[in-house]
């Protein structure tokens, strides 16, 4: 079943304690992305990757880092969260952007306190 | 650059009525056009999407939408609303070319009553 895994669904951390959240895709997409979801805001884009070790920021990149050493695999890092980073986060992969549809993972949420 | 605004964050619409979330896009390139949906506690999925081929597109579970050049706008309809339909809508663009991202809309919730 093709599918983009989310790990963990759900998080709760202190501020200042370093995190991982996994995104494994087995669709071999090229383009893969993190998004954070806030009320209101709608999901503005964190990072991309457009294939192996070719990372970019998105819109709100701040806080935030990635690394895309394999193809299937795209992990999100926060080094030292702050409770402003408290969100609904999403991984997406595509084939590419022209036209072709995206596919989400389950979705993390996560809390800083 | 792209844009998209959904022009209504939420919707209410009685079971059995039509349905229509409202969205226009601004683009650079010739874009290519989605509506997903997110259910509550769920990913997101997608309807249906536009990539310049025939105007009208039909998507999943009877939506539909009308890329309308002239007016920038990618309207989201379906003839009648069922309770399965309450969710949260969002219009999205992706550019060609250069463009590296998806661009999501604020997102539109529609609330099905009976």
């Known amino acids: 079943e093709a599918q983009v895994t989310q790990n963990p669904r759900y998080l709760i951390t202190v501020t200042g304690k370093k995190l991982t959240v996994t995104c494994s895709q087995n669709?071999?997409?090229?383009?893969m992305s993190w998004y954070r979801q806030d009320p209101g805001l709608g999901l503005r884009q964190i990072y991309y990757s457009m294939n192996v070790e070719v990372t970019d920021k998105g819109d709100v990149p701040e806080g935030y880092k990635v690394s895309r050493k394999e193809k299937r695999n795209f992990p999100l890092i926060l080094e030292s969260p702050s409770p402003n980073q408290t969100s609904l986060y999403f991984c997406a992969s595509a084939r590419d952007l022209i036209g072709t549809e995206a596919f989400f993972g389950q979705g993390t949420r996560l809390t800083v306190v | 650059a792209q844009s998209v605004t959904q022009l209504d964050s939420h919707v209410s619409v009685s079971e059995g009525t039509p349905v229509l979330l409202r969205c226009n896009y601004s683009?650079?390139?010739?874009?290519?056009l989605f509506w997903y949906v997110q259910h509550p506690n769920k990913g997101l999925q997608l309807l249906l999407k536009y990539t310049s081929a025939a105007t009208l597109v039909k998507g999943i579970n009877g939506f539909e939408a009308e890329f309308k050049k002239s007016e920038t706008s990618f309207h989201l309809t379906k003839p009648s609303a069922h309770m399965s339909d309450a969710a949260e809508y969002f219009c999205v663009v992706s550019g060609t070319g250069t463009a590296s991202k998806l661009t999501f809309g604020t997102g539109t919730r529609l609330q099905v009553t009976l």
């Open positions: 683009s650079s390139y010739s874009p290519s």
């Open positions: 669709m071999n997409h090229e383009y």
